[in-house]
């Protein structure tokens, strides 16, 4: 088990940028997968990004060219870089681990963070 917090969420305007990290209770090292979901109101949690162990990257279309997942093992913090931000990306993001990346996609989570709350409006 590792423990998660989130940090970095707030109230941002359209086109506005935010990052947010992620820090592990203890080494994310051999975390085979971690990344991020997040919610809407009345919606359902879905994956947004998640980084390998070797650094290899995925995330979903309807972020693609506007944020970076990153990690640093030093630190055993990970992070998200959103840019170009909408409304639409107004949501609880959460910090997750799992097995793999399909894993991962699946939504078979081993370990959750808190949320933090990303809000955009104008």
């Known amino acids: 088990q590792v423990h998660l917090v989130e940090s970095g969420g707030g109230l941002v305007q359209p086109g506005g940028s935010l990052r947010l990290s992620c820090a592990a209770s203890?080494?994310?090292?051999?975390?085979?997968?971690m990344g991020w979901y997040r919610q809407a109101p009345g919606k359902q949690r879905e994956p947004v990004a998640v980084i390998t162990g070797d650094d290899t990257t995925v995330y979903a279309n309807s972020v693609k060219g506007r944020v970076t997942i990153s990690k640093d093992n030093l630190k055993d913090t990970m992070y998200l870089q959103m840019n170009s931000l909408r409304p639409e990306d107004t949501a609880v993001y959460f910090c997750?681990?799992?097995?793999?990346?399909?894993?991962?996609?699946?939504?078979?989570?081993?370990?959750w963070g808190q949320g933090t709350q990303v809000t955009v409006a104008s």
């Open positions: 203890k080494s994310i090292f051999s975390i085979n997968a």
């Open positions: 997750a681990t799992a097995r793999s990346v399909l894993y991962f996609i699946r939504n078979e989570i081993d370990n």
